[in-house]
């Protein structure tokens, strides 16, 4: 069985879950008002094996370095190890976001294509990036639609424009 080590934070824009595994890898991040969403995709990616959520302050210190991150520190999200579930596809386009740098978009085709695929499968990687179980760590707000738009994030729009200006992406 799954130990899932979680603990909840205060950011400027609302309160964040953390969850890691007993090495301290992140496996989900997610706002408060979307935890059915979190629960949902912890039963998708866990269910079989069995997980059971244990509650500790700071886990591997990775609250306070999400914490550091709002703060301003903003690199520090980079260092954050992970272990996600998913589809190879899926785990491909995360590990795929983990590289555009803070401050930075990249379009939905854009990222398809830097996964060797054709434009045609922006919509593939849309649907990847939004079941990303391990949000801001891994940067699926820093993909936007080709016209410039923010389109969807799981943790909404306005969250959205919070961390693109907050990591320097002055929007027009």
């Known amino acids: 069985m799954l130990t899932l080590l979680e603990d909840k934070?205060?950011?400027?824009?609302?309160?964040?879950?953390?969850?890691?595994?007993?090495?301290?890898?992140?496996?989900?991040?997610?706002w408060e008002e979307y935890s059915a969403r979190m629960v949902e995709l912890l039963n998708i990616h866990y269910r079989?094996?069995?997980?059971?959520?244990?509650?500790?302050?700071?886990?591997?210190?990775?609250?306070?370095?999400?914490q550091a991150y709002f703060d301003g520190e903003l690199a520090i999200i980079d260092t954050l190890p992970?272990?996600?579930?998913?589809t190879p596809f899926q785990?491909?386009?995360?590990?795929a976001l983990r590289t555009i740098p803070c401050g930075q978009v990249m379009h939905y085709g854009q990222l398809?294509?830097?996964?060797?695929?054709?434009?045609?499968?922006?919509?593939?990687?849309?649907?990847?990036n939004g079941s990303n179980p391990v949000s801001?760590?891994?940067?699926?707000?820093?993909?936007?639609?080709?016209?410039g738009t923010l389109t969807g994030y799981a943790g909404g729009v306005q969250r959205k424009e919070w961390l693109l200006r907050h990591e320097g992406y002055l929007l027009l």
């Open 9 to 30: 934070i205060s950011t400027p824009v609302g309160p964040l879950w953390v969850l890691c595994d007993e090495q301290f890898r992140l496996r989900a991040v997610e």
């Open 48 to 66: 079989l094996e069995g997980y059971q959520r244990v509650p500790l302050r700071n886990p591997g210190g990775l609250s306070e370095k999400l």
């Open 112 to 128: 398809a294509l830097k996964l060797g695929r054709a434009v045609g499968a922006a919509r593939a990687v849309g649907a990847a």
């Open 82 to 86: 992970t272990a996600t579930a998913g």
């Open 91 to 95: 785990r491909e386009v995360w590990q």
């Open 136 to 147: 801001i760590v891994v940067p699926c707000h820093r993909v936007i639609g080709s016209n």
